[in-house]
């Protein structure tokens, strides 16, 4: 049985707050993620012998941590900052908004039935579904590169404290 008019506009505006209430946890754990990368990357680059000490060990192992710390920063980027292109003549999407006129936007949405507004609502669950999609489909990738880096960061860091600290014996150097 199709939902009654009269509960389609706080439906939607519901399901619009609930979409849009996961967009501060994804960026949230866009932002752990972000820091876990480039604090390993400092580790790396702190505990790195001199350019003209490095063994091609210590090459393989520490281009493959960078690769994919910097393949994970990256997708953390493409989480950041997903396209926002949407949302043509809505009157909540903010973008659309402002292409207008103060007035221009005030006269516009008074002037809307409940049924455009229960659309526009609708149009924008869909579209910012898609885009929180991206945003987490970016995290999970770039949280996979990153807990993919953990053993060639571990290998590159032994095998540097093992040329930086020449009492230890070392399979690498």
Do not use: C
Not at 22 to 28: L, T
Request: no cysteine; glycine share 4%.
């Amino acid at each position: 049985m199709p939902m009654k008019s009269e509960n389609l506009y706080p439906a939607s505006k519901d399901l619009l707050n609930l979409v849009l209430s996961f967009f501060s946890r994804v960026d949230a754990k866009l932002s752990v993620v972000l820091a876990v990368d480039t604090a390993m990357l400092a580790v790396l680059a702190a505990d790195a012998p001199p350019e003209k000490d490095f063994s091609w060990p210590m090459i393989i192992f520490a281009d493959i941590t960078i690769l994919l710390l910097g393949l994970s920063i990256l997708f953390l980027y493409r989480g950041a900052f997903p396209s926002l292109k949407g949302g043509h003549a809505s009157l909540i999407y903010f973008r659309e908004i402002a292409r207008r006129t103060e007035h221009k936007f005030i006269e516009e949405f008074k002037a809307q039935t409940d049924e455009q507004v229960v659309g526009d609502l609708l149009g924008q669950v869909w579209r910012n579904s898609e885009i929180l999609k991206i945003k987490f489909d970016s995290l999970k990738v770039a949280f996979t590169l990153l807990a993919l880096a953990i053993i060639p960061w571990v290998v590159s860091l032994a095998v540097f404290a093992t040329f930086n600290n020449p009492a230890r014996t070392g399979l690498f150097h």
